[in-house]
């Protein structure tokens, strides 16, 4: 990570999350999330990144912080993630909990796949 960029979002980690957080973080271990080209647009039409932020000791797929910044490093949203993974682990079932930087406010999300009939498995295509 650029260091001005890192030098960006560790201010604005610093200025917005309490200290427990703070001390827990592992700034070092932030990656940015790339799927290909992939970038988010805003309403305004300007790109932007998406970075996760692990904890120290936990694991970055079920506990990280994620950001959205600019391809300056200005943060523009953010929030505290935990995923509760589906204790089956099928690839459906996990409940997520997405906090605000303070821990104020806490969403839940559940993740669910629609189901298949089994009437709908066994048609197939025509060739």
């Given at each position: 990570?650029?260091?001005k960029?890192r030098?960006s979002?560790t201010?604005?980690?610093?200025?917005?999350l309490?200290?427990a957080?703070k001390?827990n973080?592992d700034?070092?271990e932030a990656?940015?999330?790339n799927?290909?080209?992939?970038?988010l647009?805003t309403?305004?039409?300007?790109?932007?990144l998406?970075?996760?932020?692990p904890?120290k000791?936990?694991?970055?797929?079920?506990d990280?912080?994620g950001?959205?910044?600019?391809?300056?490093?200005n943060?523009?949203r953010s929030g505290?993630?935990h995923?509760n993974?589906?204790?089956?682990?099928?690839p459906?079932g996990?409940t997520?909990?997405?906090s605000?930087?303070?821990?104020n406010?806490?969403?839940?999300i559940y993740?669910?796949?629609?189901k298949?009939?089994?009437?709908?498995?066994?048609i197939?295509?025509?060739?």
């Amino acid at each position: 990570m650029h260091l001005k960029f890192r030098v960006s979002i560790t201010k604005f980690l610093n200025d917005n999350l309490g200290i427990a957080d703070k001390n827990n973080l592992d700034i070092d271990e932030a990656y940015y999330l790339n799927v290909g080209s992939y970038s988010l647009k805003t309403d305004t039409g300007k790109k932007h990144l998406f970075l996760r932020v692990p904890f120290k000791d936990k694991p970055i797929a079920t506990d990280f912080i994620g950001v959205e910044t600019d391809r300056l490093g200005n943060c523009t949203r953010s929030g505290i993630v935990h995923i509760n993974k589906d204790k089956f682990n099928r690839p459906y079932g996990d409940t997520f909990y997405i906090s605000n930087l303070k821990r104020n406010k806490t969403w839940q999300i559940y993740y669910t796949q629609p189901k298949v009939s089994d009437s709908a498995k066994k048609i197939s295509p025509k060739c």
